[in-house]
């Protein structure tokens, strides 16, 4: 069913998608104040995707750069309309919705602005079902829906309209290459699509989940309930149902830099037992893709693992991470969708480099 | 007035845009190859720039990357006219001509593989009235046409369009970038112009000259004349037409980089005489920049410095300089709106990052 947002909704939505951002995908409190600047005490209509009409045109938009950067550089607020405008423009077709590619992170906002800018509603569902590192890391794409063209927007107003047919990979180096050279940030429309389209290939309902993940965990906090409770209770009639926690302890190293336009690094959590040397491993790229507990690999990519405070249960990013923070990790389940031998091929771990297979977070034995 | 061009007057054509090349501008000879092999014994109608209707609708074309990787990464010859009707479907209009934007080196022949591939007539002019190593550095954007939008094509069928508005150094940046992830080459159209604007921002007949040029010298060479007689002879009649002989001796040190997409460095000319030390150093980046014959600049950007064969006149590269060639470096004057405050502001030494002032080649006296 159609539902509408309101600025009410964003802290708990912002929340929700730093949970589902998996360490990364940029900072959705920033997002936040984008979106509370243009709706005011406006709304949004966002559409339940088996709603849909077949021949909705729906263009998905979304920021790309490292996170690192989206803090030190916010955005104007009006690249992603621009973006839009810019792809409608190439396309010769007006959109009638516009949707999230990823609901973990800043890009759970950035559809929100345009939607608030243009009055247009947005789908709630989006392409990666958490958050990812690049564009061609899409359930879009893993089933036959295609990124090019893509259209790209500038602070400074330059636009950049980027085609590389049916090769989402290489759509990601150009638009990286330039997003590199507009200083970090950019921000793009891409994946145009069909409401048929969104049905088939989206991941669907996580703008819902995000906001109610995100009011599960602050209601938790307020009414001094468990938020780990609250976590897996919320996710128990979702897709992502089986909630596992991997480590509890503290953040005893964080080594990161930024290359490539994107921020690679790990992360040490050891015991709270001084005298024990148990620890988790965790290896991010942008978001955190794999943890690992001694020689067992405990969670991987694309399952989620998300670092929270021990005692709110508020998610923290990577870009949050210190020295001496007391933190629960945990393993989420994703979609049946995203877990195919064809979408473990696009974000499963060999495509980040790893050499572990895939095995899902709930087919573990933990001690 | 307008003439054909055929595939048997590319050779010469080829010769005289490398000298105009200035050391840069990308090996022609390659050009030349994928011109003729489309061309066959076909012919393309080379338009005078005075003659043009003021409404005639000109997309120039052109090739952008290190000329050293030109050398290695022989285009399949398909790209400049994909650039070419990719601006074209973005504006939305069909192009009458094209054009080159630049005479010296591979963009003198990148216009004749699209007019050989489509049957559009190519104009004879261009907006750099030489080779430069920037987008940017064009008559056409000091005197008020901007490069925006440009479109690019990849090898691979990928298609980019940039628009900067009227910021052609933020489209060069961007383009450049581009280029660097396709590989180090692009091709590209831009710089879209009417009749009226090519008349007021292009230099004139740069395309004849090229060709009238490299007959010279390969006639002289044929006939037992001097080859730089023929050059200055040819060359008295034009807007450049002040030759002056900078030096005669040996390669004796190069010293070239690619870096961020452009060949950067340095050659050193030494006397013939071995008991002089007597030496002429030229810098260049894709072209030679300034020439400097111990503290005196003798020559600089943008008038032309070029590097010939002592005894043929063959016009030498930066990438054919080897050690023990025995050269002479002729200084060439460029036409007037070439030197104006505002061109010297694009494309004058402090373009380059050089202290020195500009001084015509023709203001200076020589030993």
New interface residues.
């Given amino acids: 069913m159609s539902w509408t947002l309101t600025a009410a909704d964003l802290p708990d939505l912002a929340r929700g998608a730093t949970l589902l951002g998996t360490g990364g995908g940029g900072d959705p409190y920033i997002g936040q104040m984008l979106v509370q600047r243009v709706l005011g005490d406006g709304s949004i209509t966002v559409l339940d995707p088996d709603e849909l009409a077949d021949d909705l045109f729906v263009i998905p938009t979304a920021q790309m750069g490292a996170p690192t950067v989206m803090i030190e550089k916010i955005p104007a607020g009006t690249e992603p309309t621009l973006a839009l405008r810019t792809l409608e423009k190439?396309l010769g077709r007006t959109a009638d919705a516009t949707m999230p590619i990823e609901c973990g992170g800043i890009n759970s906002m950035i559809p929100l602005i345009v939607a608030a800018e243009t009055g247009l509603p947005v789908v709630d569902a989006d392409g990666m079902g958490r958050a990812f590192p690049e564009l061609s890391m899409e359930t879009f794409a893993v089933y036959g829906v295609h990124g090019s063209p893509l259209a790209l927007a500038g602070e400074?107003?330059?636009?950049?309209?980027?085609?590389?047919?049916d090769?989402d990979r290489?759509m990601e180096?150009?638009a990286?290459?330039?997003t590199?050279?507009?200083g970090g940030v950019g921000h793009i429309a891409e994946y145009a699509m069909s409401g048929a389209d969104v049905k088939r290939t989206a991941v669907p309902r996580t703008i819902s989940m995000a906001l109610a993940l995100g009011r599960a965990i602050r209601e938790a906090r307020e009414e001094h309930r468990s938020p780990f409770d609250a976590i897996a209770q919320t996710l128990s009639t979702t897709l992502y149902s089986e909630v596992r926690e991997l480590f509890t302890g503290k953040v005893t190293d964080v080594e990161r830099r930024t290359t490539e336009g994107f921020a690679k690094g790990r992360a040490m959590i050891s015991s709270l037992d001084a005298t024990s040397d148990d620890a988790l491993e965790i290896a991010f790229q942008n978001e955190n893709l794999v943890a690992r507990r001694g020689d067992d690999v405990v969670a991987i990519v694309p399952d989620l693992i998300c670092v929270v405070d021990i005692e709110s249960g508020e998610p923290i990013t990577t870009e949050g991470l210190r020295y001496g923070q007391r933190v629960r990790v945990l393993g989420i389940s994703t979609p049946a969708m995203m877990r195919t031998p064809e979408a473990l091929a696009a974000f499963g771990p060999s495509a980040f480099g790893l050499t572990e297979p895939f095995i899902p977070v709930e087919a573990r034995v933990y001690a």
Same sequence: chains 1, 2.
Avoid: P
Wanted: aromatic share 4%; proline share 0%; no cysteine.
């Fill in positions: 190439h400074r107003g330059e636009t950049v309209v980027i085609d590389t047919g090769d290489q180096w150009l990286r290459g330039v590199i050279r507009l």
